[in-house]
């Protein structure tokens, strides 16, 4: 029997697919010199959070820079028909993208399948308990979202030029009650809304930590916010 795996790839061709749809980029006509930029910021941003990075993004990043440089050599006069450096790119981006969403849609039929055909053991099932526990805590929300995010919010950190060395006492415990109790009085929010009024860089790291653990924990939800480099957060049961 063969066995699909129905869930977010999370390699080097789903980061530049997140690319072009947070900046609503045309796929057939890649800005190849920003993406490849964008891309390389990326690989720095997950080397600083210590998240190993994989072999094949360091072969996607090899590939857009020798797009690049070919696009920016001139052309001979018997090279005016060559195909675009960015074609075999765009192809492959195509199909990956055609598999990532049948592979959702498979998703959704299996999942409706569960509910119309019946099975013994209903209690022992994984799947069963968790859609008893709650709905989608992660709405369209890639490991890419969250970095983005995180590097928009200590990007937001306003720079100082006096350095001090202060020992700042702060749990995640401590934040994760902070989050909730934002939450309930003022409602959903945004990473960027919630650690607005930070100037610590510390104070962000871990906040960001409260905020994965209680979405570990089923006690909110986090969303992608279109069009921008930030994460919305509500309360699960809300």
């Known amino acids: 029997m063969y066995r699909v795996k129905l869930t977010e790839f999370e390699g080097p061709l789903d980061l530049l697919l997140f690319f072009i749809k947070r900046d609503e980029l045309n796929i057939y006509d890649i800005p190849i010199s920003r993406i490849t930029q964008e891309f390389l910021e990326y690989l720095h941003l997950m080397a600083q959070c210590d998240i190993d990075v994989a072999g094949d993004f360091v072969v996607m990043a090899a590939t857009l820079m020798q797009i690049k440089v070919r696009m920016l050599l001139p052309r001979g006069e018997h090279e005016e028909e060559q195909e675009d450096p960015r074609a075999e790119l765009v192809r492959r981006l195509i199909e990956y993208k055609r598999f990532k969403e049948v592979s959702q849609e498979m998703s959704s039929i299996e999942e409706e399948q569960r509910k119309i055909y019946y099975r013994k053991f209903f209690a022992a099932d994984p799947r069963e308990q968790e ?3 709650g709905t989608d805590l992660l709405q369209e ?20 030029v006096i350095h001090e ?54 006690i909110i939800r986090l969303s992608a916010v279109t069009g921008q480099d930030d994460i919305g957060i509500s309360l699960a049961a809300a």
């Open 131 to 133: 859609e008893a526990e």
């Open 165 to 218: 060395v202060n020992l700042l006492n702060v749990s995640v415990d401590e934040q994760m009650s902070y989050v909730l109790d934002f939450l309930r009085v003022n409602g959903s929010t945004t990473l960027l809304g919630l650690v607005r009024h930070m100037t610590e860089k510390l104070w962000i790291v871990v906040t960001v930590i409260a905020i994965l653990e209680l979405t570990k924990n089923k």
């Open 141 to 160: 929300v890639s490991m890419f979202n969250l970095i983005s995010a995180f590097k928009s919010a200590m990007d937001n950190v306003p720079r100082r």
